[in-house]
């Protein structure tokens, strides 16, 4: 099969072409937009973010396979043409990533970290009250591939915790909350909310005043997903108010972050420059390896997006 990679920024392209090319040896990978040759004979397009207009214009495509895990940049903005299977990106260094970038901010909040180095910038020797691993209330949200990762390893650390999604996914030793109307009780009983959210039209804002406010005072947020679950205004209040505690944020409506933004400077939030997990070409060139192989022996890519839903 002829492979076409397609990134308009990849800063690692030469790493993927050559992980994809080693995991592809009998197929041809080629590179957008330099070796790009005859559309006709790509049959696959490998794409982070494809120039606009791109897709439309290979005229033999089966299908695109992401090398992001989230997809809201491709889903509904006409990049994939109609009818052509889009699947994301699960990659298993990623959502390892993603799992220890959550347990490091749960630890650090459930310790009270936070405080302690708001309290060692005044020379202050204050315990903080204890609570102990089971009695502390952590929250997922979404419990696909990364949340459920994530949930999972919380319970084996004896967090006490929960998940909300859309859609039903039980899950071993977390207690589930599914749908809108079961949104308000489980903020209610969360003291550490984790965003692991796709971003679709039903998800973007979902962090804003109602749902922040109800939380239980004290709580603190983590947003690794989208900043686009976050209306930021409202997470500001609620911080300024000290509804919520603290807030530690990855991901941005608008990224890199603009020096003027509030976030920056806040203290009580921690930030990072969307750096909770990227995809790992040498294990994810794996997965993409995989499904060739499965589109070859006729069978569609895993993990494929429905597109009406959004993920
Ligand atoms: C992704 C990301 O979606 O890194 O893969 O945000």
Redesign the pocket.
């Known amino acids: 099969m002829v492979i076409l990679f397609m990134d308009r920024n990849s800063e690692n392209k030469e790493i993927w072409l050559g992980e994809l090319r080693k995991n592809l040896p009998d197929h041809e990978i080629r590179a957008w937009p330099e070796e790009t040759g005859d559309r006709a004979q790509i049959e696959i397009a490998v794409v982070g973010a494809p120039a606009p207009g791109e897709l439309e214009r290979l005229p033999n495509l089966k299908a695109v396979l992401s090398?992001?895990?989230?997809?809201d940049r491709l889903v509904g903005k006409g990049i994939i043409p109609d009818g052509i299977p889009l699947a994301r990106?699960v990659d298993r260094s990623?959502r390892a990533d993603m799992t220890l970038f959550v347990i490091h901010w749960v630890l650090h909040f459930h310790r009270e970290i936070h405080r302690y180095g708001e309290l060692q910038r005044e020379a202050r020797w204050e315990p903080q009250p204890y609570c102990e691993t089971a009695g502390r209330r952590v929250g997922i949200m979404g419990l696909g591939v990364l949340g459920g990762d994530a949930a999972g390893k919380l319970v084996g650390l004896g967090f006490d915790v929960a998940g909300w999604d859309a859609i039903e996914r039980p899950m071993e030793g977390v207690t589930g909350f599914v749908g809108q109307d079961r949104l308000p009780p489980f903020l209610e009983r969360t003291e550490i909310l984790v965003s692991l959210l796709p971003l679709t039209p039903q998800t973007e804002g979902i962090l804003n005043r109602r749902t922040l406010s109800a939380l239980p005072r004290g709580a603190c947020v983590i947003s690794c997903?989208?900043g686009g679950h976050v209306v930021d205004a409202d997470l500001l209040e609620a911080l300024d108010s000290g509804h919520l505690d603290a807030a530690a944020l990855d991901?941005f409506r608008e990224e890199p972050l603009p020096a003027t933004h509030p976030f920056w400077r806040h203290p009580r939030v921690r930030l990072t420059p969307?750096v909770?997990?990227?995809?790992n070409p040498r294990t994810a060139a794996e997965e993409i390896a995989e499904d060739v192989r499965r589109m070859v022996a006729g069978s569609p890519p895993r993990h494929l997006v429905d597109m009406a839903r959004g993920y």
Do not use: D, E
């Open positions: 090398t992001w895990a989230g997809v990106m990623l997903a989208r991901v969307h909770a997990a990227a995809t």
